[in-house]
């Protein structure tokens, strides 16, 4: 059974960096199309950034392009979502998902999830 673990969340001043990685057991990276949504309280889950399973396209939600970059090693089993600029509604729980198709926005097109990391940008 496939999963995810995230990590590299934490608290960061508004304009700081984050580097979140999401691990992959019990399969193989390069099967899926690897995604970041994240969550704020009280908010539905929202897409965030995409990348195919070879690397070789990205799609990114218009309220983080050109400020976070998605990046995997199939290799490691390791995919990246690197945050700069980061903005106080930046502040959610991220999470890691793992799918078959290319391209999908939608949390359901993602068979797999991790528990997720917090961030939060805040003074």
């Known amino acids: 059974q496939v999963q995810l673990v995230e990590s590299g969340g934490g608290l960061v001043q508004p304009g700081g960096s984050l580097r979140l990685s999401c691990s992959l057991s019990g399969g193989v990276l390069r099967h899926y199309t690897m995604a970041w949504f994240r969550q704020a309280p009280g908010k539905e889950r929202e897409f965030v950034s995409a990348?195919?399973?070879?690397?070789?396209?990205?799609n990114y939600s218009d309220s983080v392009k050109d400020r976070f970059t998605i990046s995997r090693d199939n290799a490691k089993n390791l995919v990246y979502l690197q945050m700069n600029s980061l903005r106080s509604e930046d502040t959610a729980v991220y999470l890691c998902?793992?799918?078959?198709?290319?391209?999908?926005?939608?949390?359901?097109?993602?068979?797999?999830w991790g528990q997720g990391t917090q961030v939060t940008v805040s003074e």
């Open positions: 990348i195919r399973w070879d690397g070789t396209d990205t």
């Open positions: 998902a793992a799918g078959i198709m290319w391209f999908r926005p939608h949390a359901e097109s993602y068979g797999f």
